[in-house]
T-cell receptor
Framework: DQQVKQNSPSLSVQEGRISILNCDYT??????FLWYKKYPAEGPTFLIS?????DKNEDGRFTVFLNKSAKHLSLHIVPSQPGDSAVYFC????????????FGTGTRLQVTL | DAGVIQSPRHEVTEMGQEVTLRCKPI?????LFWYRQTMMRGLELLIY????????DSGMPEDRFSAKMPNASFSTLKIQPSEPRDSAVYFC???????????FGDGTRLSIL
């Protein structure tokens, strides 16, 4: 039972364009969401997060949007750079179980020149 | 700042052998997590500790898996006996109690022949 889903295993975007990575969740108790980025042979590193009281959070080139009614979030990267090429994981947690993160299966982003 | 340190980085062993994975969390972090990453299931939480006490081990696949945290700066994940299907990348993560995000080590790539 996959409670956090990333339906696109891979995405290719040209340098300078926008990258949009999507994530859907099924558990209505989730109220905190995170994006992690992972390079090969390294552990995931935290990128950006959003609480369910917000619908948008921005940090430099990275913006996360949350649509609670659709149980959907997305990560926008503008402009995309070759160094952004990595696997991106969406994760979610619920108040009261804040220690537990449920991860999606990841989307591999390739930014081409 | 030292991050989460895992050892060994790679482990290759024969089926039936005991395997011990090690983790040193970030100093001051009270919560520690063990994850397993496979192609089929992505990143799965195996067990987590708060203040050295196991809180939730519902993700541990079988009795062959055990984890300990004898003190605030060290944890082990043991598999005995190991089987080929245990081959995966095992990540350790830590965070201060009550806050996100989790910080990950670079993982141990385990191959059971």
């Amino acid at each position: 039972d996959q409670q956090v889903k990333q339906n696109s295993p891979s995405l290719s975007v040209q340098e300078g364009r926008i990258s949009i990575l999507n994530c859907d969740y099924t558990n209505s108790m989730f109220d905190y969401f995170l994006w992690y980025k992972k390079y090969p042979a390294e552990g995931p590193t935290f990128l950006i997060s959003i609480s369910s009281i917000k619908d948008k959070n921005e940090d430099g080139r990275f913006t996360v949007f949350l649509n609670k009614s659709a149980k959907h979030l997305s990560l926008h990267i503008v402009p995309s750079q070759p160094g952004d090429s990595a696997v991106y994981f969406c994760a979610a947690s619920a108040t009261g179980t804040a220690s537990k993160l449920t991860f999606g299966t990841g989307t591999r982003l390739q930014v081409t020149l | 700042d030292a991050g989460v340190i895992q050892s060994p980085r790679h482990e290759v062993t024969e089926m039936g052998q005991e395997v011990t994975l090690r983790c040193k969390p970030i100093s001051g972090h009270n919560s520690l997590f063990w994850y397993r990453q496979t192609m089929m299931r992505g990143l799965e939480l195996l067990i987590y500790f708060n203040n050295n006490v196991p809180i939730d081990d519902s993700g541990m696949p079988e009795d062959r898996f055990s984890a300990k945290m004898p003190n605030a700066s060290f944890s082990t994940l043991k598999i005995q006996p190991s089987e080929p299907r245990d081959s995966a990348v095992y990540f350790c993560a830590s965070r201060p109690t009550g806050s996100q995000p989790q910080h990950f080590g670079d993982g141990t790539r385990l191959s059971i022949l």
